[in-house]
C-alpha cells in the first residue's frame, strides 16, 4: 500500500524516533508498504518518520545509481535501530534532495566513510562500513531518525533564503506526483 509522505513542517520529522524490538506492530506490513511508496515517489531511500512513523526504521535501495555506480546494482537494505559509530574522511558536496521537500535540493557536505551498527527486518545485528554514494544515502535517511532534515544541514543564509519555499511545501503549494500528508494549519 502505498503511504502518504509527510511534508516539510510536519512535527515527526523533527523528533528523536524511538528504538523498536522484533515484537513491534504490523512492522512487517510497514516496510513492505515504505519499499511500494519509495518506489512510486520515487525515491532511493525512505524513512519510518516520513510516513509518520516515530521509529528508528529507513529503507534504501541505490539501485538507480548503478548506471554511473556499477558498485550500487541490487543494493537494497532495511536498517532498523541504526547507530553511526563512526564518521571519516574529507567532506565533499552532492546534491540532495528529499521526498519530504520536494522541489529543492541542495548541495550538502558530509563524510565519504561511515561506520555503523544496525539491525535488518529479521533483527539480525550487522556492524558495517559503508563508502561514497550509499554511505550518503545512508547519511540522509539516518538523519530522518535523528530528527533532521538536509536543509538543517545548510548555512544559517541558505535556509533563510529558502524560507519562503519551505513555507510553501508546508502550506501544501507544491506540485507532485505522490500522496503526501502536510502539517495541520493552526488558524488564530
Not at 42 to 54: D, E, R, T
Not at 155 to 175: A, C, N, P, Y
Request: hydrophobic share 40%; with cysteine; proline share 5%.
Amino acid at each position: 500500500m502505498i503511504l502518504p509522505i509527510v511534508a516539510y513542517g510536519t512535527p515527526v520529522l523533527k523528533q528523536k524516533a524511538a528504538f523498536i524490538d522484533a515484537e513491534h506492530p504490523g512492522l512487517k506490513d510497514l516496510i513492505a508498504n515504505m519499499f511500494e511508496t519509495m518506489y512510486y515517489a520515487p525515491g532511493v531511500g525512505l524513512a519510518a518518520p516520513q510516513v509518520a512513523h516515530s521509529i528508528r526504521l529507513f529503507i534504501i535501495d541505490v539501485s538507480p545509481f548503478a548506471d554511473d555506480y556499477p558498485e550500487l546494482a541490487g543494493i537494497k537494505k532495511t536498517f532498523i535501530n541504526a547507530e553511526i559509530i563512526e564518521e571519516s574522511g574529507v567532506e565533499w558536496k552532492f546534491n540532495e534532495g528529499c521526498l519530504s521537500i520536494p522541489s529543492i535540493r541542495e548541495d550538502i557536505e558530509r563524510k565519504p566513510v561511515i561506520r555503523m551498527k544496525y539491525q535488518d527486518e529479521n533483527f539480525d545485528y550487522f556492524e558495517e562500513t559503508f563508502e561514497g554514494i550509499l554511505a550518503r544515502v545512508i547519511q540522509h535517511e539516518y538523519d530522518h531518525i535523528e530528527g533532521m532534515l538536509f536543509t538543517d544541514r545548510l548555512s544559517q543564509l541558505r535556509r533563510t533564503l529558502l524560507r519562503g519555499k519551505l513555507q510553501d511545501i508546508s502550506k501544501g503549494k507544491v506540485k507532485i506526483d505522490y500522496k503526501m500528508k502536510f502539517p495541520q494549519i493552526r488558524r488564530k
